[in-house]
C-alpha cells in the first residue's frame, strides 16, 4: 500500500528541481505591469527557494566539513532573512494578519522551550548532575504548585474582612448600624415568608429577588439611602474585586524568591551558587537572542 508521506528520497528529488519550477517567476517579474515593488519580491522569494534547496542538500550529506557546516550556517542565516517575502505574495491583509499572528505565537512558544533547554542544561552543569535530578524536578514543581494555589486563594475569612473594611470606607457601616440592619432585615423576612408560603420552594419561585429587595430596603433604612445609592454599591463591588484580584496576583518577585527558596532546600545548593547561575545564565540568553537575531528570526 503506497503511503501518504513523502519519504526522503523524494523530498530530496523535490529540492533538486523545486529552484527550477520556480524560476519563471523571475521571468514574470519583467514584465510592464509589475511594479519595483513586486519584481523585488519576486526576486526574493526565488533567493529564498534557492537557499532553502541549498541548505536541504548540504545537511543530506553522509560527511561535513568545517566548511560544509558553515554553508550550511549561512544558508540557514539567508533563508530566515529572506522568507518574510513569501508570505507577501499575493496575500490579503487579513491573511497576513493571521500569519504574522501564528508566527508571533511560535516564535513564542519556540523561544520558551529554547530557553527552558538551556537552564536545565545549565542547572545540571553548574549544580552538578547528581544535584538536579528528574526526581528533584518533580519534587521542586510539585511544591511550587502547591504554593502558587495556597498564595492564590482567598479565604472566606479573607472576603469577609475585605467587605467589612470597604462596607466601612463606602457606606459608613458602624457596629451599631450593623445590629440595627440585623433587626430590621429578619423582620422583613419573616414577614415575607408569612406572605408567601409554601410558595417560596416552588421551581419558579420570586423568593429570592425578593428577599434580595428586602435586604436592599433594609441596608437604606438602617445605613440611610444617601450611604447605599447606586454609585456606592458599583464602587464597593469594583473596590471588592480589585482587592481579590490584588490579592491573588502572584508578582515576578514572589515568584523568584519562592522558586529559589525551593531550589535551596530540594537541590541542596547555596545562595552563592544562584548567583552564580543567575549571571552565567544572563549570558547565555544574551548570546541566544544575538544568535536570534543574527539568523533574522
Known sequence: MKSDYWQGKEIRGMFRTLAVNCAPILDCSQNAGKTAAETASDEMVMGAVRVLCEFSLLVSQQNHSDLSLAAVDDALKWFHK????????????SAKAKVDEQLARESHHLREQKIHKIRAA????????????????RQLQVRLNRARQAVTIWSDADWQRAIERLEREIHQVTAAKCKLFDKSFQHCERQLLQEVGTKATGPRSIFPQKVAQVKTDAEEEAYRAENMSANK???????????AI???????????????????????????????FTKEFSIRLIEFEAWKQAIGV
Open 82 to 93: 529572506k522568507k518574510g517575502s513569501i508570505r507577501d505574495q499575493k496575500m490579503s491583509k
Open 122 to 137: 545549565m542547572e545540571v552543569q553548574l549544580y552538578r548532575a547528581e544535584k538536579v535530578t528528574t526526581s528533584k524536578r
Open 233 to 243: 454599591r458599583e464602587q464597593f463591588q469594583v473596590c471588592l474585586c480589585d482587592d
Open 246 to 276: 490584588e490579592a491573588t496576583i502572584w508578582s515576578i518577585a514572589d515568584t523568584d524568591h519562592v522558586v529559589n527558596q525551593l531550589e535551596r532546600e530540594s537541590y541542596g545548593i547555596t545562595w552563592k551558587d544562584q548567583m552564580w
